[in-house]
């Protein structure tokens, strides 16, 4: 098998690093790239990526950030979260590294149906197109719920060793972490800032006062 290079979003989360182990297992050469945002930044990436012993890119998308977060194409979640357009703006830069640089193609940790907004089969499927990365995303916890990406298509990477993980328990993924012999990674937060009622509810009165912050 023709050893592919995957460029992985990578928060520092459990899901993403769990991404990058599924991808090294099949000998895929990984490089890892965190986004920088006016709300998440790479402190949780930057260990994860020495422990995984890949390395890191970090780029600021701060400005196109601040655009996706004033007019949403696809509306906010539960708070003034954009989740949908956020995703897609990061796999949009990733997708534009691929090409620049070579790479086969992008990951991430996203698992079908974990987050009610992001995550369902539908939005998922709305990222890929909006970032135009149809065809090379995978997504290594659900990838056997979701189309054959490319890679797996050109015999890349084995779909039959990706997993077929979906819904918001995090079973399958402690027990994946135990056999890994992970043990340092953050626990799962509610999210960005942008969910957290009470930051929303000041953003927004910031948002309608100053519209050009």
């Known amino acids: 098998m023709i050893n592919a ?17 599924l991808l090294q297992e099949q000998g895929i050469k990984v490089e890892a790239v965190n986004f920088r945002t006016n709300f998440c930044g790479p402190s949780k990436a930057r260990p994860a990526a020495e422990a995984l012993g890949v390395p890191l890119r970090e780029v600021n998308i701060r400005e196109d950030f601040l655009g996706v977060l004033k007019k949403p194409k696809h509306g906010y979640g539960a708070g003034l979260n954009p989740c949908i357009d956020c995703h897609a703006l990061m796999l949009k830069k990733a997708g534009e590294t691929m090409r620049a640089e070579g790479f086969d193609f992008v990951a991430t940790g996203e698992v079908l149906g974990e987050r009610p ?30 189309e054959p990406t490319i890679a797996e298509q050109e015999g890349l990477i084995n779909r039959e060793q990706l997993l077929d993980i979906s819904g918001r328990s995090r079973k399958r993924q402690m027990m994946l972490a135990a056999q890994y012999g992970l043990r340092d990674y953050p626990t799962p937060a509610g999210g960005c800032a942008l969910t957290q009622e009470g930051f929303a509810a000041r953003l927004k009165e910031l948002m309608k006062n100053k519209p050009d912050f």
């Open 117 to 146: 907004m992001s995550q369902h089969k539908q939005a998922l499927d709305i990222v890929a197109r909006d970032a135009d990365v149809v065809g090379y995303l995978l997504r290594p916890l659900s990838a056997r719920l979701l």
């Open 5 to 21: 290079r995957a460029l992985v979003l990578l928060s520092g989360g459990l899901d993403s690093i769990l991404a990058v182990k």
